[in-house]
């Protein structure tokens, strides 16, 4: 049985997470929170030996695009955060979250061609590899595009009990991830998805905010969550795929670290018995099927 493995995927925004609904609470936690957050996960992965993928917004490298958007530059224009992941003594996985986080199920398939192109063409611009690609909103849509613009992997939505009632009934699907993340109940370990054109990796488990009613979930809880994660992965011999935002860090900040640092120092534990491998997403698409 083949070892099992974490991968971590992050999805990088800032303002363009929210282009559509954008309020002060977005604009004052972005402007006072969001760099600190990014520089605390690169320090933590630096430190315990672990790469993962940062699937960052295209836009954020291009100053034109910040031109048109309200509120300050900083809030859409960011290349100094890239240039740090890409400085990290960790090789990270820069991949992409499309061009402007626009919604690819919405979107028809010549929007959504140019939408690619944009964030191709900004990768090519700044030599930054596009392997891998994670979808604005987790709305996964006219995958054959992806494979055409040369990404190979994707992530796909999480493999869990709720997400089977979200997509009959939204709100109920949202009350049904409410109670999973609120009950010590396992993640799924999930296996690739491999074929010739393009491969995915469905999701796990998010690391979720601690804002509005979320902040009554036990931190015991989730931990226990995270440790299920990775023991039902090495049972299986699958992948625990952890995904979050840097906004999930927004709300109960030290709490969330003090959760996220333990749970990675266990894997950085799991690592050295050798009883666990730490691939980023884009590792995934080099490695024998």
Avoid: C
């Avoid at 958007?69 to 499309?98: C, N, Q, T, V, Y």
Wanted: without cysteine; hydrophobic residues 40%.
């Amino acid at each position: 049985m083949s070892i099992a493995k974490l991968t971590i995927s992050i999805d990088l925004e800032l303002a363009w997470g929210n282009w559509d609904n954008l309020t002060s609470f977005h604009i004052q936690n972005i402007e006072l929170k969001e760099r600190e957050i990014i520089d605390r996960l690169l320090e933590l992965f630096e430190r315990y030996g672990l790469s993962v993928t940062w699937a960052f917004v295209a836009a954020l490298l291009d100053e034109e695009s910040s031109k048109s958007m309200p509120g300050k530059k900083s809030l859409w224009f960011a290349p100094e955060i890239i240039e740090k992941i890409s400085r990290s003594s960790m090789a990270h996985d820069l991949g992409s979250h499309g061009g402007k986080h626009r919604y690819f199920n919405n979107m028809t398939e010549q929007e959504a061609i140019e939408d690619l192109e944009f964030a191709s063409n900004i990768h090519s611009k700044y030599n930054i590899p596009l392997n891998s690609f994670v979808y604005p909103r987790n709305k996964v849509a006219k995958t054959q595009i992806l494979a055409k613009h040369g990404i190979k992997i994707y992530r796909s939505a999480d493999k869990a009990w709720h997400e089977s009632i979200r997509r009959k009934q939204i709100h109920l699907g949202r009350a049904a991830n409410l109670i999973d993340k609120m009950l010590p109940i396992s993640p799924q370990a999930v296996k690739p998805q491999f074929n010739k054109e393009i491969s995915n990796i469905p999701g796990s488990m998010l690391f979720f905010s601690r804002n509005g009613i979320r902040r009554f979930v036990q931190p015991s809880v989730t931990l226990t969550k995270l440790e299920k994660g990775l023991q039902k992965a090495i049972s299986d011999g699958g992948v625990f795929h952890l995904w979050f935002h840097p906004s999930n860090f927004w709300s109960e900040t030290e709490q969330q670290f003090a959760i996220f640092e333990k749970f990675i120092k266990r894997v950085s534990d799991l690592k050295n018995l050798d009883q666990l491998e730490v691939r980023n997403m884009a590792e995934f698409s080099q490695h024998e099927h």
